[in-house]
């Protein structure tokens, strides 16, 4: 793990865009298969830091991984799932989002499902990627580089403009939804510490 604290400007993304054919092979050769990912927090930036890496690395192949509902750059005007109805009822049936994809007479031409199974050892993709399941289609991690600002993707309240306010008194409630066992008592717990914390404030 590594990370790296310097000012705005200071050159941290070029620092990891020069190391990551290293860091990816250093990975393999230590046992760990698959890609580097490179995380950005917005799509928009994927394509400029893809030419970057593709320039430092012109033997490495890069691409760009996209959400469903994010613009299919091969088909101006269309998302990359052109039929999201499907996957929306996959995930209130309670199943992954792309279990729908197998069964969707669109697959022919969807951008989502196009992008899978690429023989590529960079891809570049939203901060968002690192606080969800990975999607199938992708290779395992060897590398993640997180770059930029990436609490926001997975921290809700973070946003000035969109707080998260509650009651103290919510933090005593003892219901946890579906966890069960050992997750439910940690989360009890960490609760009931945050609790007595705001309290002795």
């Not at 750059?73 to 995930?91: H, N, R, V």
């Not at 007479?105 to 951008?111: A, D, H, K, M």
């Not at 395992?140 to 930029?148: F, G, I, K, S, Y």
Request: with cysteine.
């Amino acid at each position: 793990e590594l990370l790296l604290r310097l000012t705005v400007g200071g050159g941290k993304s070029e620092a990891a865009i020069a190391a990551a054919a290293d860091l990816l092979d250093a990975a393999r050769a230590g046992g760990r298969e698959g890609a580097l990912f490179y995380l950005v927090p917005r799509h928009d930036l994927g394509g400029e830091v893809v030419q970057r890496i593709a320039a430092a690395h012109p033997g490495r192949a890069v691409a760009v991984w996209r959400g469903m509902e994010q613009p299919d750059p091969e088909t101006p005007g269309k998302a990359m799932c052109q039929a999201p109805e499907l996957p929306q009822l996959a995930t209130a049936a309670g199943l992954s989002g792309t279990d729908a994809c197998t069964a969707c007479p669109l697959r022919g031409e969807c951008g989502y499902w196009r992008q899978r199974g690429q023989a590529v050892d960079i891809w570049i993709a939203a901060h968002n990627l690192a606080f969800q399941d990975k999607p199938k289609g992708l290779p395992p991690a060897a590398v993640v580089v997180l770059d930029e600002a990436f609490w926001p993707a997975g921290l809700a309240g973070t946003d000035a403009l969109h707080p998260v306010q509650m009651a103290v008194s919510a933090l005593t409630d003892e219901r946890t939804g579906p966890l069960t066992g050992e997750a439910q008592a940690r989360l009890i717990e960490l609760r009931a510490a945050a609790f007595m914390a705001i309290r002795a404030m």
